[in-house]
């Protein structure tokens, strides 16, 4: 594909108020031709295959469960998953969201440790069922990278086919991705003035490696930040990495686009 790539995105805010298409023509006048959005619960996996069918070529689609979405009824979620990827309509990209988040857990200690129970097991099965199927895997890390790994370790699963995304950690962290075969991917959090340390990740990682992402509505880069993000956006965070990697915005773009590719197909 000649142009960028949204590795992660999420268009249900988008759909739900008929604004897809507006949404798409927008990121392909910025220069921004195809998009990732990425499930997260079953509620809206059926409307993802639904936007990757109506936009072909621009649109695909990623099947998972979140690790906020979790709760005591995970089991059955991850059961649809399985069942939905094997039910003969068109395939997700790749398994995931899924994986763990300290940041969202209740005040209640008690609460919070039952949560983090269920979100270990149901990203454990995940990646049971990723690797069944063979899906590259989208994981969510909010303060628990250490422990992501180690679940991820244990699982068998094939550490080239995962990327942690909208990665907020530092170098080191980055080193014990790359060490195992695995990768991150950057949100507009790179342009923002006090992610130093997310800058040197993605130096650590390499322009070779390197995949960009809204994360929309969420996370708009600078000049944007705090208004609601968007795919077309995504062009100020390919500009600052540019600027970070010292080549040109058009290398930057054949680079991180190819990466895309590798990882999830062909667009």
């Given at each position: 594909?000649?142009?960028?790539?949204?590795?992660?995105?999420?268009?249900?805010?988008?759909?739900?108020?008929?604004?897809?298409?507006?949404?798409?023509?927008?990121?392909?006048?910025?220069?921004?031709?195809?998009?990732?959005?990425?499930?997260?619960?079953?509620?809206?996996?059926?409307?993802?295959?639904?936007?990757?069918?109506?936009?072909?070529?621009?649109?695909?689609?990623?099947?998972?469960?979140h690790?906020?979405?979790?709760?005591?009824?995970?089991?059955?979620?991850?059961?649809?998953?399985?069942?939905?990827?094997?039910?003969?309509?068109?395939?997700?990209?790749?398994?995931?969201?899924?994986?763990?988040?300290?940041?969202?857990?209740?005040?209640?200690?008690?609460?919070?440790?039952?949560?983090?129970?269920?979100?270990?097991?149901?990203?454990?099965?995940?990646l049971?069922?990723?690797?069944s199927?063979?899906?590259?895997?989208?994981?969510?890390?909010?303060?628990?990278?250490?422990?992501?790994?180690?679940?991820?370790?244990?699982?068998?699963?094939?550490?080239?086919r995962?990327?942690?995304?909208?990665?907020?950690?530092?170098?080191?962290?980055?080193?014990?991705?790359?060490?195992?075969?695995?990768?991150?991917?950057?949100?507009?959090?790179?342009?923002?003035k006090?992610?130093?340390?997310?800058?040197?990740?993605?130096?650590?990682?390499?322009?070779?490696?390197?995949?960009?992402?809204?994360?929309?509505?969420?996370?708009?880069?600078?000049?944007?930040?705090?208004?609601?993000n968007?795919?077309?956006?995504?062009?100020?965070?390919?500009?600052?990495?540019?600027?970070?990697?010292?080549?040109?915005?058009?290398?930057?773009?054949?680079?991180?686009?190819?990466?895309?590719?590798?990882?999830?197909?062909?667009?």
């Amino acid at each position: 594909m000649n142009a960028l790539i949204d590795t992660h995105t999420h268009l249900e805010v988008f759909a739900r108020r008929g604004e897809t298409a507006v949404r798409l023509e927008r990121a392909r006048e910025a220069g921004v031709g195809g998009v990732l959005t990425v499930g997260t619960s079953p509620e809206d996996w059926e409307l993802y295959r639904g936007l990757a069918k109506e936009h072909p070529g621009i649109v695909r689609y990623s099947a998972g469960l979140h690790p906020c979405n979790v709760d005591e009824n995970w089991e059955a979620a991850l059961d649809a998953l399985e069942a939905f990827w094997t039910d003969g309509g068109e395939k997700p990209a790749a398994i995931g969201e899924m994986g763990l988040d300290r940041f969202h857990l209740p005040a209640d200690a008690a609460a919070a440790e039952r949560l983090m129970v269920f979100q270990k097991a149901a990203f454990a099965e995940g990646l049971r069922v990723a690797k069944s199927v063979g899906a590259p895997i989208i994981v969510h890390s909010r303060k628990a990278f250490a422990e992501c790994v180690e679940i991820i370790d244990k699982s068998g699963a094939d550490w080239g086919r995962v990327v942690f995304h909208c990665f907020s950690e530092g170098p080191a962290e980055l080193r014990e991705l790359a060490r195992r075969g695995g990768r991150a991917s950057f949100t507009g959090v790179l342009t923002y003035k006090n992610a130093e340390s997310v800058r040197a990740a993605a130096l650590e990682q390499g322009l070779d490696r390197l995949m960009i992402e809204t994360d929309a509505p969420w996370l708009a880069p600078v000049p944007l930040r705090g208004k609601e993000n968007e795919p077309a956006f995504l062009r100020h965070t390919a500009e600052a990495a540019a600027r970070l990697f010292n080549v040109p915005l058009a290398e930057l773009q054949a680079r991180t686009t190819a990466a895309a590719e590798s990882f999830f197909g062909a667009w």
